[in-house]
Every structure is written in structure tokens, then in C-alpha cells.
């Protein structure tokens, strides 16, 4: 039996794929009472994705994550950063460290401004062979429709990435390695803050000639970034390797389907955070992702315009056109 921990679009997509396989079955930790009725009964999440049916007889709904981690030795991760410290806390220690935990979460955790392998080893001591991570340019939305999809299995451990692969390749999911676990989450944390910027100028009017600009700027900066962080990996401009990487971030910024894009995309109508966080419903983890960054980018003094920008906008009140003041303020300096 597989473990999920989470409820939410992208959790109940990833059920989807695990029960492609015939035999396979889930063991889901699902928080909200009303979701675990629905399932039980109907066989759908009645809050997200409620056009994808699950068969209830293969999967054992729980209401407490110890009763997965108990039973489990793969657990998908599949909680937003902002509540994963609340949830593991559930979690006794001893048992999660004998566990594989596969991360398809995409942030840094907030009480740590920490990817979340990071965290994982250093406030549960997870050894580095047991984790992985799950990524690409994945919309939730077009798994459930069976749309043709690219995804990246992460780790160190060569057997557990197998182990990912056969749990989750099917028809319309292509799935391949890798070994750049850090790399890959740096990238897809730095994606939604930029996807946040893509939305604002979206909101404020701006086309697809500004858009360009703002990927092409956003690209240079994860660069930056990842060069810094991992000093040793050029692995971000290996072709075969773009699509976990400038991939996601494409997808992202232009998708309609992108909750970050959206997000932004209010803020830049004049929305303040506050009630686009409410009107959403979902979990937007480029608003938490760009404070966690502004530390992290402090402490490397790392120069980040765009993602230093959407931080001014989302936290210290700045107005959205300090975006493109941003990235003239670059250009000038490149030219």
C-alpha cells in the first residue's frame, strides 16, 4: 500500500496516477471531514477535482497522518508548504526516518525558508536514500483529463526513483530521473513567485511583449540563483534536462490554469493580498515562497530583481508597477 499525505487538486491527481497501476492501493490522510465523506461514499473529492472518480474500495481514507505513516513505507508529500510543519508535528519522528518520502510539494517551508528535503533532513533527520521529489510542468487539471504530461522523479537513490517511476508512469504520463534533487525544488519555488510577477502585469494590462521580457529575465535569475546555491550543477541549460526547470516556469506563467498567475493576476487589478487569498480558495505558494526567498536571496547576496520586486508588492505594500521599474533598473545595468 501507498501513502498520501493531502487533499487537495494536485493530491487527488496523484491518487488518480497510483491507481492507474491495477493492483496498486492508497492509504490517504485527507484533514477536511466533508472531503473523506465524499470519497467514501461517492467517490470524489467534492472540493477539488471533482470530475475524477476513485474507486473506494482501493483506497483506506484516515483521518490522522500517523495511521498512513503506521501503515506505509512510500509516502507522497502532497501538502501545501504553509501547513506541512503542522501536519508532520501529528507525526512521531522514529517511524517517519524508517519511511521514503517523496516530495510533490513545490516551496519552501515557511517556518524554515527551507526546501522541503532540507527540512525534512534537518528537523526529522530523514536520511538522504529515503527521499525524493516528483516535479515538472504538472497542472492538476490536465492530469484528471488525461492529458499527455511530463514528470521528473527526483533523488539520490537510484531504486527509490525506479520505485516512483513504476508507480506513476502511465499512458499519458511520461516520466524520467534525475539526480538534481535541490536544484529542481530551488526551481519550482522560484517558478511560482515569477508565475506571481506574470499574473501582476497580466492584471495591470500588460501583453505578451512584456511577458517575453519577464521570462526571459526570470530564466537568468534561477540561473543566478542555482549557480550560487549549487555552485557545482550547470544542469539548468542541459537540454534534456529544461523541462523540471524552465518547463515548470513556463507553464506557469502563462497558463490560465496557474493559481500563482491568478493570484497575481488580482493583485494587480487592485486586489489587496488579503482578499485575493480569500476569494481563490487555493493555496497560492508564490506568496509564501517570496518571503522565504528574500531571506535566503539576503543571506547569499544574491541580486534578484523580479522575485525582490513581487516580495516588495506581496509584503511591504509597494505598488505593482515597482515590477517594471525593477526591470528597467536591470537593463539599464546590462547594457
Same mark, same amino acid.
Given at each position: ?101 517523496? +516530495? ?8 524554515? $525558508?527551507?526546501? /522541503? =528535503?532540507? &527540512?525534512? @533532513? ?115 541549460? +542541459? ?8 518547463? $515548470?516556469?513556463? /507553464? =506557469?506563467? &502563462?497558463? @490560465? ?79
Amino acid at each position: 500500500m501507498i501513502g498520501l499525505l493531502g487533499s487537495g487538486s494536485w493530491a487527488t491527481a496523484i491518487v488518480k496516477l497510483l491507481l492507474e497501476q491495477p493492483s496498486a492501493r492508497v492509504c490517504w490522510y485527507v484533514r477536511e471531514p466533508e472531503i473523506r465523506k465524499s470519497l467514501a461514499q461517492h467517490g470524489h473529492n467534492n472540493r477539488y477535482l471533482g470530475e475524477v472518480t476513485i474507486d473506494p474500495s482501493r483506497i483506506e481514507i484516515c483521518s490522522h497522518p500517523q495511521q498512513v505513516v503506521d501503515q506505509c513505507e512510500t509516502i507522497y508529500l502532497v501538502i501545501p508548504t504553509a501547513f506541512l510543519h503542522s501536519a508532520l508535528q501529528l507525526v512521531d519522528p522514529a517511524t517517519l526516518r524508517q519511511r521514503n518520502l517523496v +516530495s510533490a510539494i513545490k516551496g519552501f517551508v515557511p517556518e524554515a $525558508d527551507m526546501i /522541503v =528535503t532540507d &527540512y525534512l @533532513q534537518q528537523f526529522y533527520q530523514i536520511p538522504d536514500d529515503r527521499l525524493a521529489i516528483v516535479s515538472g510542468p504538472t497542472h492538476a487539471e490536465e492530469v484528471a483529463r488525461e492529458r499527455l504530461t511530463f514528470i521528473t522523479a527526483a533523488s539520490t537513490n537510484p531504486r527509490l526513483s525506479d520505485e516512483i517511476i513504476q508507480q506513476l508512469h502511465c499512458r499519458y504520463i511520461n516520466i524520467t530521473s534525475s539526480t538534481d534533487i535541490r536544484g529542481i525544488q530551488y526551481a519550482t519555488a522560484l517558478k511560482n513567485i515569477y508565475a506571481v510577477a506574470a499574473g501582476i502585469c497580466k492584471g495591470m494590462g500588460s501583453g505578451d511583449n512584456l511577458m517575453a521580457v519577464l521570462v526571459s529575465y526570470a530564466i537568468a535569475e534561477m540561473r543566478s540563483f542555482l549557480r550560487t546555491m549549487q555552485p557545482d550543477t550547470n544542469i539548468i541549460i +542541459s537540454p534534456e534536462n529544461l523541462p523540471p526547470y524552465v518547463g $515548470d516556469l513556463l /507553464v =506557469t506563467c &502563462y497558463s @490560465q490554469l496557474s493559481r500563482n498567475r491568478t493570484f497575481g493576476a488580482m493583485i494587480g487589478r487592485g486586489y489587496t493580498v488579503k482578499s485575493a487569498q480569500l476569494e481563490m480558495h487555493m493555496i497560492a505558494e508564490g506568496y509564501y515562497a517570496a518571503k522565504s526567498l528574500e531571506k535566503v536571496r539576503k543571506a547569499k547576496h544574491i541580486e534578484m530583481p523580479i522575485a525582490q520586486a513581487v516580495y516588495m508588492v506581496l509584503y511591504e505594500n509597494a505598488r505593482p508597477d515597482v515590477i517594471l521599474r525593477a526591470w528597467q533598473i536591470r537593463t539599464s545595468n546590462n547594457n
